[in-house]
């Protein structure tokens, strides 16, 4: 295995191949060559049982780092996780011309006092007077979330030129919404070379916007956009996520006026200046989702700490009807799974519907249930992908456009299988808990780059997780 970490300073472990310099390898954007194979082992058979502490959310952290380009001085974020996507990001900030400076966290992650490696740090971002304007794809490609830099400096410069993110393992991923809202606020956009430009000479203004879907990414570009924007703006159709509430609190922290955060419809009184802010990251609830599902799964009794029980409504709902026992209190619940589970149909929806990204874990679920599961995707048209590794150790999946039934097996089998996205992997994990024998997840750097230290947490649930290795690659030169 070689290591392959070009980004200098970078604070947070990194697995060979997830940050490969030069040319896109082969398969996805951002995926390493072929020899930079890294892998996990997992023996079936496994019961998770314990407790685990969650740290602040990747999808919210992701975006408060970009918030804080508004505001110039120095802003601290904390309970970052010590994941490869927020790396990342600090390298976006960096080339903007911030000083990034990742610190011990205050608190301290209490999984460090059972004598585990700290999965958070405090961000440190010292925003100049004068950011750069334009993030390259070398880094957008590795991170698609750089996208939302286009909202806080478009409002603070008046141009930016960002790369076209494109699509990726889970399926296409559009930015129309994001380009007409703030074409609606007076930006002219167009596209080049394969970026997003966008500028407003006279300034952003304020605007009412009906967004067509409640998208995540365009909420947040929109609300820093729009914070700083001459006037009044209303975003309605808005995303109502707990990330949402996270970045609106922080905003609204640094002299913001926003109302209505959580719910539909946001309105935003654009102020002519924000300051710097420290302001801690919400709980993830998708890391807290996969450990309940996890718990399920493997007929286990998990507490986890760190998320407010409420963000994971739906979610925890339905591993009471599938026979689970949920019990919440204050940030933590516990979820205790005594017999085989029972098959339930699970519906993505944008919050507070059952999150897409908790897709995988329903499928892993419903292949070891009693029953058969429909089980529909609404977010994403690529999600379904990676139901043929799940397949792979005899998960029983028929998939038809956005629906897929998957008939329940006592038990699934351990094989090799590859992690293609960061959720597709944990499911592929927990999956192999549930199965006979050895399961090998290869290109796990998927799963680093949203889980900050998932072997260690499996293993502080009881399960054995050694690091495999690389398969010979055969020489394929003719
Ligand atoms: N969409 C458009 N046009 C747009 C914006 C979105 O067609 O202008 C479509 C997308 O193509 C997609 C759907 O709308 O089919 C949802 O996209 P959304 O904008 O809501 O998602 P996102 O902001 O790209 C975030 C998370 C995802 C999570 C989704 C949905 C981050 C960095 N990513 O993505 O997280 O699945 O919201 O909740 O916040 C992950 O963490 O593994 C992950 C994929």
Redesign the pocket.
Known sequence: MTHSLRIPDLPIPVRPGTLRPGGVGPGDAGDPAVNDVDVIRVRGDARLAGTVHVVGA??SA??LMAAVLLAPGRSVITNVPRITDIAIMGEVLRRLGCGIRFDADDPVDPMVAHGGVARSRSVVIDVPEQPGTEADYDLVRRL??SICVLGPLLARLGYVRVAHPGGDA??????????SGLTRMGAEISGEHGFVIASAPHGLHGAEIMLD??????T?NLVMAAVLARGASVIDNA?R?P?IVDICTMLNQMGARISGAGTSTLHIEGVPGLRPVRHATVGDR?VAGTWAFGAAMTRGDVTVTGVEPGFLEVALDKLISAGGLVETRGDAFRVRMDDRPKAVDVVTL??PGF???LLPMAIGLAAVSDGASLITEN???GRFMFANEMMRLGADIKTDGHHAVVRGRERLSGAPVRAT???AGAGLIIAGLCAEGVTEVSHVHHVDR?YPDFAADLRALGVEVEPGTAPEEPDLTI
């Open positions: 990747k999808n992701l975006k698609r979330a889970i399926g296409s991923r559009g930015l129309d919404m994001h380009i879907f409640p998208s995540v990414g365009a947040e995303a996520e990330e998708i944008p919050y999150a897409t990204d977010i994403f048209d996205d960061i959720r949203g």
